[in-house]
């Protein structure tokens, strides 16, 4: 195999410092999210908001969800960010540009996909709905950590 | 003949295999072949969609999994897999059948949303069945070398390092090389993750976590430095190549730093702190380190 490569490229491999390793990391970056491959990109980037999202009941108190849905906040997260994404990929705008109502309409599909899972017997006692909110942090412009009032974006009746 | 006889010489920067001995090594495979099976997610009902489609999942539907989650006759084949490959036969045929649920499990579950638990292990499982596979059409199909599982075994450590540095250089890339500057922003990151986990379980968040995230943005400069030398360990992650030393004292740095991140994000990694002990500090090889052998 090695003779029909060009000279030049067996040289410069041969010359590549921990060159098996660099070719790899080369291709994870390149690759990006393709299970099993990935860039790792978690906390890559951040500014000076984050968000969470939660399942509660119908007044607003949470659930556990790892034990209700068998799946945790920071999946819903990732999942209703996905979705979010997909609605304003037509117009390839800002995830922070989005309107509630945009909002909205990805966390109702995660409602949808994460009611499907639930654990009836799990839920407390009295549950007759559950709500999807997402808890926004925010460091603001004179140093003070901050959070604002949990936004609702979607419900459903049981 | 002596391993440090043996040893081709090669300067730091190109380094090889180690000279792991047979013990050394069913260790590591044993150890390997218990941390792979447990992290798999056999439990598959939740995942009914693929709904944002990673890898093969593009191109293969894997629901049928939640409606079939592989049961104990599947799990007991992978088992038996497992075993002939730590006692170093077929280890091609052994890795088979994980290698094949780690990658549709994990990419059925990753199509619901991103997680980065799994990559790191199943691709180390690929690269060692790739070696396994690759040195059976040479003859070592049924029982290989002890050059081929010192090749499997390096392998698993390159890929290990690969996805560390990859790590570190996607923080610089993406962060447009300011990752270091905004580490004062990482306060809100911080306080998001620590409430995700409330929301998951419902236990209390710690109490020091509005101290801690303020005196990250009260002092930048010594959040620099502490969440600075994480991105360190991460872009230098390529040192645990040079030879024992450097991996076991890199592996150690590795698990530390999953620890505190553990502790203050309250995101766990336990399957890369595996693998750091496993391939890095690499327990029964501590005498043969502490010797400077190869």
């Not at chain 2, 439990?43 to 894997?62: I, M, S």
């Not at chain 2, 010192?150 to 540095?165: E, H």
């Not at chain 2, 209390?204 to 502490?226: G, M």
Request: charged share 20%; proline share 6%.
């Amino acid at each position: 195999m090695k003779e029909k490569l060009p000279a030049w490229l067996i040289k410069a491999w041969e010359k590549t410092p921990f060159r098996e390793m660099t070719l790899l990391v080369i291709l994870l970056y390149v690759i990006k999210e393709q299970f099993p491959f990935s860039n790792f990109p978690m906390y890559s980037n951040f500014d000076t908001e984050a968000d969470v999202v939660f399942i509660a009941d119908q007044k607003g108190s949470p659930l556990p969800m790892d034990d209700v849905f068998r799946s945790g906040s920071s999946t819903a997260k990732k999942a209703y960010k996905k979705e979010l994404g997909k609605i304003l990929n037509p117009q390839k705008r800002d995830t922070k540009l989005s309107t509630l109502a945009e909002r909205q309409q990805a966390g109702a599909i995660v409602l949808g996909d994460w009611h499907e899972n639930m654990k009836r017997d799990r839920l407390p006692a009295g549950t007759t709905g559950i709500r999807l909110y997402r808890r926004t942090f925010e460091l603001k412009d004179d140093g003070k950590l901050a959070d604002d009032t949990p936004e609702l974006l979607a419900e459903k009746p049981l | 003949m002596n391993d440090a006889l043996r040893a081709p010489h090669r300067p730091w920067w190109q380094p090889g295999p180690f000279q792991y001995s047979k013990v050394e090594m069913l260790v590591m495979r044993a150890l390997f072949a218990a941390l792979l099976f447990s992290s798999i997610k056999w439990e598959t009902a939740p995942y009914k969609t693929q709904r944002n489609p990673t890898g093969l999942a593009h191109f293969f539907d894997f629901t049928w999994l939640s409606q079939h989650p592989p049961g104990f006759i599947w799990q007991a084949i992978t088992v038996v897999g497992l075993v002939i490959y730590v006692l170093g036969f077929l280890p091609a045929i052994g890795l088979a059948p994980i290698c094949a649920f780690a990658v549709m499990i994990g990419t059925l579950v990753t199509s619901k949303a991103m997680h980065h638990s799994w990559q790191a292990i199943t691709l180390i499982a690929l690269a060692q069945f790739i070696v396994y596979a690759w040195a059976a059409r040479k003859g070592g199909f049924f029982r290989p070398s002890i050059e081929v599982h010192r090749l499997a075994t390096w392998w698993s450590t390159v890929v290990f390092a690969a996805a560390y540095v990859v790590c570190g250089i996607v923080k610089l890339v993406n962060s447009d090389f300011l990752w270091i500057h905004k580490v004062p922003y990482l306060s809100v990151q911080l306080l998001k993750s620590n409430w995700s986990s409330y929301y998951d379980t419902l236990q209390p968040v710690a109490s020091w976590l509005p101290k801690v995230t303020q005196a990250i943005v009260d002092y930048p400069n010594l959040a620099r430095l502490f969440f600075g030398a994480g991105l360190l360990v991460e872009l230098l992650g390529f040192v645990v190549l040079i030879n024992r030393k450097w991996a076991f004292w890199g592996g150690l740095a590795i698990i530390g730093l999953h620890l505190s991140i553990s502790k203050v994000m309250d995101l766990h990694f336990e399957v890369h702190m595996g693998l750091a002990f496993i391939f890095l500090v690499n327990i029964s090889g501590i005498g043969r380190m502490r010797r400077g052998e190869p």
